[in-house]
């Protein structure tokens, strides 16, 4: 222990509630559409711009959105424990299966049945059922999750062809956007709500993997799963969450975007789960005092502290310093912004990186990696084998792999092979958990780290 005691002084001196195998085709142009592709929108009205509410006719993509959207619910069974004072004056037998129901909302994505919603409405079910807008139910089985963003797919069996909604393109939104929220809320029924696009690529959580779209449409448990649509009836988002300290809604809500959602389901009807691509820098999102720390000019956009070795980011070289400003012709204003642009991409797919470099503009084309090996300040970190959480008895955690940086090197013995379960309160699920928590720290941020080395030794440092 006096070994870390020592490291613990080096590191320091070196310094929301939830709203409780093929691909799918999802053509550009809506007219040309494929029986596995989402159905065409309805063109049937003028979209006004500009405009208040009342001179929108909501009408045409309510009467849409609500056949698309289902009831969701959750059974999932526990055994109560024995309690002999319960036993003795109720009657009360413990070890007997007890059930519990959720329900939520989800939203139909194909004619055959395919189902999206949240992760959180369905997680831990033994029983799933969802429930149409003409009131006929279906068993559904689950065929797929991603629980870091929340997205859930579910399949019913029908012989019927399904109302299904229309994917739209969630990155051309535009703040101040009306959208229409529809779900169960409640356990009402088909519920329509309207709003406006409050904001973009919003992120609530610490380890900054989610981008979410922020509107002030009314969305309240039960909600969670339901579809966040535009005037034109095109699912844009998928309802997930909001901010209260009541758990009802209070002002704002927060939906998944539907291109990330679309992504997620066509990795899992491919690949069985879901590709996630990473660029291989770390660092910070700039404002003024960070600006000022750092000694430069610009305000906005996310500061390259270090670089991954051997990412397609150190191979298309960029370099410390650097300061993102856009990918793929979006602007990048922080780590969000970052994020939401890279969510949606696959490994071995080229990004476009603009980047300003000593007052230069450049652009680098960067071709994403998968997160296998991850270094962070000295430490290589890799992910536990599912034979290893079960000898473990863990069910989360990464491994450092080596140390490569001698500030470590007197505790070599102690660091490598240890299991980090936490970074900065955050579960370490797996690298790729870590590497977002860190890629979102500022540039001279601390880092508190809580892992079990290989003696079992639980303990504590900063890096």
């Known amino acids: 222990m006096k070994k870390f005691s020592g490291l613990l002084l080096v590191a320091l001196l070196s310094g929301a509630t939830t709203l ?121 089985r689950l065929v797929g999750t991603d629980s870091k963003m929340d997205i859930a797919l579910l399949k019913v069996d029908t012989d019927e062809k399904l109302p299904y909604a229309t994917f739209g393109n969630s990155d051309n939104i535009k703040v101040g956007e009306w959208v229409l929220a529809v779900g169960n809320p409640y356990n009402l029924t088909s519920t329509v709500t309207a ?75 491919e690949y069985g789960n879901v590709q996630r691509g990473v660029l291989g820098v770390q660092g910070g999102e700039l404002n003024a005092s960070v600006s000022k720390e750092l000694g430069i000019n610009e305000t906005n956009g996310f500061y390259v502290n270090s670089v991954v070795k051997g990412s397609g980011a150190e191979k298309a070289g960029v370099k ?60 290589d970190l890799e992910n536990l084998t599912a034979a290893e959480k079960k000898n473990l008895k863990l069910n989360y955690g990464v491994r450092i792999k080596d140390i490569t940086d001698e500030r470590f090197m007197p505790y070599y013995e102690d660091l490598k092979g240890g299991i980090i379960l936490s970074i900065d309160n955050v579960k370490a699920k797996d690298i ?11 540039p001279n941020e601390k880092t508190r780290v809580e892992m079990v080395t290989r003696n079992g030794q639980l303990v504590r440092f900063y890096i």
Do not use: C, W
């Open 320 to 379: 410390k310093g650097d300061i993102i400003v856009e990918i793929d012709n979006r602007a990048v204003n922080g780590f969000s912004d970052l994020n939401a642009a890279i969510v949606t991409k696959r490994p071995d797919d080229v990004v476009r990186v603009g980047i300003n470099r000593d007052g230069r503009r450049i652009t680098l084309p960067v071709k994403l990696s998968k997160n296998e090996i991850y270094s962070y300040s000295g430490l």
């Open 432 to 442: 790729e958990t870590v590497s977002d928590v860190l890629s979102s720290k500022g």
């Open 195 to 269: 709003g406006i696009v409050s904001a973009k690529a919003r992120n609530l959580t610490k380890d900054g993997l989610q981008s979410f779209i922020q509107t002030d449409a009314a969305v309240n448990p039960g909600n969670s799963g339901g579809a966040l649509v535009n005037t034109r009836g095109e699912l844009i988002g998928i309802n997930t969450l909001i901010t209260s300290m009541t758990g009802s809604y209070v002002g704002y809500s927060f939906a998944v975007p539907s291109n990330v959602a679309r992504k997620i389901i066509e990795d899992i009807m």
């Open 20 to 140: 409780g195998g093929y691909k799918l085709i999802f053509d550009e142009d809506v007219n040309n559409t494929s029986a596995l592709s989402v159905a065409p929108a309805q063109n049937n009205y003028t979209r006004t711009v500009g405009y208040g509410a009342e001179n929108i006719d909501f009408t045409a993509a309510a009467d849409q959105a609500v056949h698309t959207v289902v009831h969701v619910k959750n059974v999932s069974y526990s055994t109560a424990p024995n309690n002999p004072f319960m036993e003795f004056f109720y009657g009360y037998r413990g070890g007997e299966q007890q059930a519990q129901v959720g329900t939520g909302s989800g939203v139909i994505i194909t004619e055959d049945g395919y189902i999206v919603t949240n992760n959180h409405v369905i997680q831990n079910a033994s029983e799933l059922e969802v429930t149409l807008n003409n009131n006929k139910s279906y068993k559904a």
